[in-house]
């Protein structure tokens, strides 16, 4: 006789227990569109994060866009200006000296053998033209210089 009532309590204790499960999903998801709203402007501006530069470079690589007989202009990605301006990186230029000390390579990449070692072969300023693109490392930091010489110039070559 008493089974009655203890169905009767279960079956209120079910109901209420659904009722608060359906008024907690109801306020919970009521915070969904609010919440993807923030996440859209978190993804538009991790497109455009740009990590922070060691304190020192020694290496630049870039396009050769003038020559003289003791130098070259390179272009390079700006490193003041990083952020991608209508889908580009702004470019600057730095004059690059060079000396008896530099020293110059060309190092020949055969897309035949891949994964085999360069050939490198020893340059002059003669081997390299405006336009060519080109490593060049120093001595000393040149991240803040406009013009520095250079140690050791590279031009790698694809065949």
Do not use: C, W
């Not at 009655?4 to 569109?33: C, E, H, K």
Request: aromatic share 8%; charged share 20%; hydrophobic share 40%.
């Amino acid at each position: 006789m008493q089974e009655p009532q203890y169905r009767s309590f279960y079956m209120i204790a079910f109901i209420v227990l659904i009722g608060f499960f359906l008024v907690y999903f109801y306020l919970n998801t009521s915070s969904i569109p609010q919440q993807q709203e923030e996440i859209v402007p978190l993804k538009e501006t991790a497109s455009v994060y740009t990590p922070p530069l060691p304190e020192n470079i020694f290496g630049l690589a870039g396009k050769i866009v003038s020559k003289d007989k003791n130098s070259l202009t390179l272009e390079i990605n700006s490193l003041k200006n990083r952020v991608p301006v209508n889908g580009s990186i702004p470019k600057e230029r730095r004059i690059v000296q060079i000396t008896n000390s530099t020293s110059m390579k060309i190092l020949t990449f055969s897309r035949s053998k891949l994964g085999s070692p360069p050939t490198e072969t020893t340059a002059s300023l003669a081997d390299l033209a405006v336009g060519d693109q080109i490593i060049v490392t120093a001595n000393e930091n040149i991240k803040e210089k406009q013009e520095f010489v250079a140690d050791l110039i590279q031009k790698h070559v694809f065949e």
